[in-house]
């Protein structure tokens, strides 16, 4: 496996790196045209001439993104790194920023000496200031409070506006402070989707007849506040002793062995946790067990990466791009499909980073699908959702689902009425062609799996309680089962006029 998986990396090396070929084009030096995808480079069975490079170089581009905006410098602690350096993997890795102590380190470096609170009052703030100091308290104060560990890359701190941050679309999603978060749902649970019931072996979750989701690991490179699996993703919390997925050999044979033992299983996802933190040669291995059994027709590598790392897809010292077209190609010679699922929730998510990671990923022919979580004063307005989804279309990128937020702990100041999830869809629906309008769903509480969220059955919005029926999804007690998805506590309230 590793020598057939060498010879293709090889395919994308010699000459300059990508990442030398970005650095001439920063600095002025015209070697190697920007929007150039090394990827057809490799493929291609001749380089290219001088002159078809400048040519695609002068090419027109219907970017929106400054393609050459150093955007990390704004950051003082990173203002003399060279974009050699920031679209590198091992030099992002080195510098993630994680746990109380490195982010309240950063916080203070970082945030100007009075911060202007939120715009959205919606826990009872005033609007005014916080010192820089209050913040940082505020900050630890909802880390201990948090079911998830922090953990951020410097792309995805780089993409907040640190002047105000506590309104910044990317800040609320990964930085807890305890003055924004509201008293949980009664009916909140830590695995709310209860995975843990629907697992015949540790990290596979077969819920739906013809497709599982197959756990290799729990880490990922950044942590999001609202994940589903903070009963197991990342690191132990204060609250959250967590139920990890070690990527050990034993456990990836039992679940693997299962995958290989259910003819009736033709779908899988790899998730996590993120399969970004599988080593190369990990996720190889995983795809080519896969395409070996006759049961599996497709499967999908889950990975944020693209949103939050996405110069290692650019990095060629790196080798997990060449792993994942490795285990593509392998794919389509096989006649079966590979799919990347990424997770992008906000437009400022983007940058020309991110685009070039995408449109290398579509050179190489991968196949790239989105999934975004709908939350409170970050993506629940029609502007913001519909200039994500074009956004993502714009990059080959193909709008998948819209998620309501699932009832997770300590999420209730970051989840939204079944309401707002059913404006959007009818407010955006008619504005992109429908291959490119995603499907807007509940992950039904309990285990029902995925259903629109239109299908409900019924909403009552004085009592904040929909519910739906998945007749698909017949496994263990689920025949007949009527599941219930809550609305948040305050928007019942207000809607109700108690407020
Ligand atoms: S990347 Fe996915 S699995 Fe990891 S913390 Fe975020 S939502 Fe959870």
Known sequence: MRSAFSRHAALYRGGPSLVECFASTVRGVATMPPRMAPASMAVAAAQPTHQEIEEFAAAPTNSTIPTHDEFWRKIPV????????FLSYAWGIKHTVQGEGKLAHFLEQVLPDQVPMDDVTDSGNKAGIQTREELVADVIDGIKTATMSTRMTPYILSRINWSNPRNDPVFRQFIPVKSRMLPDHPKLMLDSLDEHADSPVSGLVHRYTDKALFLPTSVCPTYCMFC??????GADTDSVKKAPMKPTKRRWEEALGYVESQPGL??????????YYLQPEQLAYIGKRLLAMPNIRRFRFASKGLAVAPARFLDDKDAWFQALTFVAEKAKAAGKAMALHTHFNHPNEFSWVSEQAARRLWDAGVLVRNQTVL???INDDTATMSTLIRTLADNNIFPYYIYQCDMVEKVEHLRTPLQTILDLEAQIRGSIAGFMMPQFVVDLPGGGGKRLACSHMSYDRTTGVSKFVAPAVTGRDKANKVYEYYDPVDSVVTANGRD
């Open 266 to 275: 033709h779908d899988i996802v790899v998730s996590g946790g993120d399969a």
């Open 375 to 377: 939350m409170r004063g």
């Open 78 to 85: 990173w203002k003399d790194v060279p974009v050699e350096d």
């Open 228 to 233: 589903t699996r903070s009963y197991a993703v």
